[in-house]
């Protein structure tokens, strides 16, 4: 197993001057912290919105997940694709085509309201799902050029940023009712509204913020010292390197975890009698534990090493699901409870996404993060698509009494990595 000590050695020598070079970094981490923010925004409206439209277009709360599971579908789909987009035309081309396949989705999903069709409300959440695929590759973007030294921190710096817009976005149920009256479309597809300027919004922050473009500068520097090599293919990274499945098995099972019981908490919620705006309140409360402690945790990984910060975040998701068996409906033990469980994903993801950007060299980064983006998403889909039914056979007890079950097998395996690291 790779530690923050023992990354693979990469070269120092770049097409342009050190000095150059670190403002480039900086001014890259800064393009990317507004593309973030206007994309959480986004994000925000799919998290509570989707699930709520699921089950009223279906007539079921039991197709509640579909929202969850669609999304995260949708960017388990692309994630492959946008890697080698970038691999191709850069950081700028694919985060931008991503953006604006999210606003697509956003207009697909009033469409769908306006005409009583479910199946085209999941084809737009698949859509939006772009968006959240957009979002994480944006924070491998910061690994680019970063040193070992702080790769961790600019990564999570990157998804701290996404705390202000998918804080603000559950927030703006409100507000997109009254446009969505003005504007006359639907009830509950107002705040798609605020969705469609953000994604849009961010296409253009990143199309002309990132030049020059952070990984093709990095491929030059590769070529220009020790020239490069051709690409190995995600697969074929994983079957050799111990490290990078480690890294990908982490954050795909303890983001499976946080879909699977953050997807159904607004149906329960409104199942419970809680309005629009406490059901927003109470998902803005989660995403701020999924993204506000994000830099603590970068740090963390900086100064202390990958594995005990995922064995730290493994024990906060396990805190989160003991809440949820035992819940008894309350608000407040709800929001205790993904609270925490933001926490533990946050922890979990941002040590094991730094774990994946230094477990390869350069020219494998991108097929390396969008395999593990596509497995991560997969992962969410699945616990998306079981949660459902556990809920509305079990409740929401019974759900994270389920959800335990993923979250143990990482937190073990986190403990028999961590000896093995050691031995």
């Not at 409100?174 to 479309?185: C, I």
């Not at 293919?233 to 953050?262: C, E, K, P, Q, W």
């Not at 950007?357 to 593990?372: M, N, P, T, W, Y």
């Not at 983006?373 to 969410?380: I, P, Q």
Request: contains cysteine; aromatic residues 4%.
């Amino acid at each position: 197993m790779m530690n923050n000590d023992t990354v693979p050695a990469e070269p120092t020598k770049f097409p342009i001057t050190p000095v150059a070079h670190t403002a480039l970094q900086k001014r890259v981490v800064r393009v990317l912290i507004a593309g973030q923010i206007l994309g959480g925004i986004g994000m925000g409206a799919t998290l509570s919105l989707g699930a709520l439209l699921a089950a009223q277009l279906s007539g079921s709360s039991a197709w509640s997940g579909m929202a969850a599971t669609m999304s995260t579908l949708g960017a388990a789909i692309v994630a492959i694709p946008l890697a080698r987009l970038a691999q191709a035309c850069g950081r700028r081309v694919s985060l931008a085509t991503g953006s604006l396949a999210a606003g697509t989705g956003a207009i697909l999903a009033i469409t769908s309201v306006s005409v009583d069709s479910f199946p085209l409300l999941l084809l737009s959440l698949m859509l939006l799902g772009v968006g959240s695929a957009t979002n994480l590759q944006a924070r491998f973007a910061a690994t680019d050029l970063a040193t070992p030294r702080f790769r961790a921190r600019d990564l999570s710096i990157v998804v701290w940023s996404t705390t202000i817009g998918a804080v603000l976005g559950p927030n703006l149920f409100g507000p997109g009712e009254v446009l969505g009256a003005a504007l006359g479309l639907p009830a509950m597809t107002g705040a798609f509204a605020f969705s469609l300027t953000a994604t849009v919004a961010a296409a253009f922050v990143y199309a002309l913020g990132l030049r020059p473009d952070p990984l093709l500068t990095a491929l030059a520097a590769r070529t220009a010292s020790a020239g490069i090599r051709r690409a190995s293919g995600g697969l074929s990274i994983l079957r050799d390197n111990a490290a990078a499945r480690y890294a990908v098995m982490v954050i795909a099972l303890s983001h499976a975890t946080m879909v699977a019981l953050m997807s159904m908490a607004p149906v329960h919620l409104r199942d419970h009698g809680a309005t629009l705006t406490i059901v927003g309140l109470t998902i803005s409360l989660h995403v701020a534990g999924m993204y506000a402690l994000s830099l603590v945790f970068g740090a963390l990984a900086d100064r202390a090493g990958r594995l005990p910060v995922i064995l730290g975040g493994q024990s906060l998701l396990l805190v989160a699901l003991i809440i949820a068996a035992l819940s008894d409906g309350s608000q407040g033990t709800m929001t205790l409870s993904l609270i925490f469980l933001g926490l533990g994903w946050s922890a979990s993801v941002v040590a094991g996404s730094a774990l994946v950007s230094e477990a390869v060299q350069i020219e494998d980064r991108s097929s390396l993060q969008g395999f593990s983006d596509l497995t991560m998403n997969a992962a969410g889909a699945l616990g998306g698509a079981i949660a459902g039914p556990i809920l509305a056979l079990a409740g929401y007890s019974g759900l994270g009494i389920a959800a335990m079950a993923l979250v143990a097998i990482v937190a073990v395996w986190s403990v028999l990595r961590l000896r093995g690291t050691h031995a």
